[in-house]
């Protein structure tokens, strides 16, 4: 997760939060359909 260049932080981490944030969606979407 933190092997991306120096000069990448700024666009990656951007691309990265959203992604973490569609999976926990998907997984809290998951969790929700178990029940």
């Known amino acids: 997760m933190m092997c991306h ?7 990656t981490d951007d691309t990265e939060n959203i992604n973490t944030y569609q999976k926990s969606v998907k997984t809290i979407i998951r969790v929700i ?3």
């Open 5 to 11: 260049e120096h000069y990448d932080i700024l666009s």
């Open 33 to 35: 359909r178990t029940f």
